[in-house]
């Protein structure tokens, strides 16, 4: 599932894809917690979910949360309900299985083919894909049992996804962290779209395809500071989730790749591939020197950054104090003035100065609506304005675009014609982008 709903004029188009029956199965691990983000995407990309967990897993997450976020009561046992032979029931129901976390001991019951709860029973069942996150103790994974345990589920079908490197439990960290919810959905519903699972009609897949071996793509991502004094700083809500699933993408399609990050949170940088450059700034004149620089001899670069339009004149070299009123007898605080310049727009100095000849520019345009037009309107203004091959618009609010949440947008060209649109997961969505990138450096 590279996008929910794509459209893309004068390359292909697609219908929303119908909505599957999904099995997510949870088995016992610290990230159960992150079950029902995951749960949740799928119900919001209109799937239809019902939650399996072991008895382990509830020690973790209780079954109210699961079934409060998948719609559906969750089963647990083979015998809630032996009438009903119910892990042959949810195995026939299922069009998909998706563990997730997938425990170590669930990995090796599942290898062994155990049948002692509802959740291997319903894998041994089952005719449909079965998908396994795993998540667990760096030791644990890179233990030779586990990982001939892998090799085997691998072998037989099953697909496990590589977890992530970043933090554990306690203080230790490294490989065996789950993956974020966004990339496991993705990753599993891509399977459905593979031939032997009878979808022939999906756009594009999550495989590498290699479309960018060879070329160099640089990313900007996060949001840029501008301080106002050595405590308080103007800023944004950009938490550069989209840039990293850039990256990511761009590094599946075999792209050589620079993330420029401004203030991007630690846990999304130890999530990338481990063959992106990251390059560090923090406001927007020294993103600017910094993309730059990269991009040199890159031959695209996608700017998802969102850089403060303003910074202050001067700034302070102490912290501003709040003072009192000047005057007795004149009640409330007194008010402050802070007098802003324009920071230098780096979209629009790529395009008209590229670093190297040839250079493939894509923006991004987060918008909201308002009396003078809707965000289409202001998104293709800003698409004539810059000037950039490809401008991705996208509405942004309290609950839209920022953070852990999908992203919808609007791909229009130079022109403000609309290209393609998608709407997803940031990583889907991330998908579609560079591909339309890719086709502009092949000149199809």
């Not at 998706?98 to 155990?114: C, E, N, T």
């Not at 586990?146 to 496990?160: A, E, K, Q």
């Amino acid at each position: 599932m590279d996008e929910l709903h794509t459209a893309v004029s004068g390359r292909a188009a697609t219908a929303p894809r119908a909505p599957r029956r999904v099995v997510v199965g949870v088995a016992g691990s610290i990230a159960a917690y992150k079950a029902p983000f995951v749960i949740r995407l799928l119900r919001r990309a209109g799937h239809e979910v019902k939650v399996v967990a072991t008895e382990s897993a509830l020690r973790f997450i209780g079954a109210p949360a699961l079934a409060a976020v998948s719609g559906q009561t969750v089963s647990t046992g083979v015998f809630d309900d032996p009438a009903a032979v119910e892990h042959v029931a949810v195995a026939e129901w299922a069009e998909l299985v998706l563990v997730a976390p997938a425990s170590a001991d669930l990995l090796a019951r599942v290898r062994a083919g155990r049948a002692d709860d509802l959740l291997t029973a319903t894998i041994l069942a089952t005719e449909a894909p079965v998908v396994l996150a795993p998540a667990m103790h760096t030791q644990m994974w890179l233990n030779p049992a586990t990982r001939d345990n892998v090799s085997v589920l691998r072998g037989r079908g099953l697909t496990v996804i590589e977890p992530d490197s970043g933090p554990l439990t306690g203080k230790d960290s490294g490989v065996g962290r789950m993956p974020e919810p966004e990339q496991i959905v993705s990753r599993a519903l891509a399977v459905l779209r593979q031939p032997e699972h009878g979808d022939h009609d999906a756009v594009a897949s999550t495989e590498v395809t290699g479309s960018l071996e060879g070329r160099h793509v640089v990313v900007s991502a996060g949001g840029t500071r501008e301080p106002i004094d050595p405590v308080r700083y103007l800023g944004n809500r950009s938490s550069g989730r989209q840039g990293c699933a850039l990256a990511t993408a761009a590094v599946e399609q075999g792209a050589r790749v620079t993330l420029v990050q401004a203030h991007v949170a630690s846990d999304l940088l130890d999530a990338l591939p481990p063959s992106v450059s990251v390059v560090s700034a923090s406001t927007a004149r020294e993103m600017l020197h910094a993309v730059r620089e990269a991009a040199r001899d890159a031959d695209a670069v996608i700017m998802s950054a969102a850089v403060a339009d303003y910074r202050p004149v001067t700034v302070a070299a102490t912290k501003i104090k709040k003072h009192p009123p000047s005057a007795p007898g004149h009640p409330g605080e007194p008010s402050t003035s802070i007098q802003l310049t324009s920071n230098p727009d780096i979209l629009a100095g790529l395009v008209k100065d590229p670093p190297r000849a040839g250079q493939i520019v894509v923006g991004f345009a987060a918008e909201t609506g308002d009396d003078d037009g809707d965000v289409l309107f202001h998104g293709a203004a800003k698409a004539r304005r810059k000037g950039a091959h490809l401008l991705a618009v996208n509405a942004v609010g309290e609950d839209l675009g920022f953070g852990d949440v999908p992203n919808a947008i609007v791909v229009l060209d130079a022109q403000g014609a609309e290209v393609a649109r998608g709407q997803g997961s940031k990583l889907e969505v991330a998908r579609l982008l560079i591909r339309l990138t890719a086709d502009l450096m092949s000149g199809s």
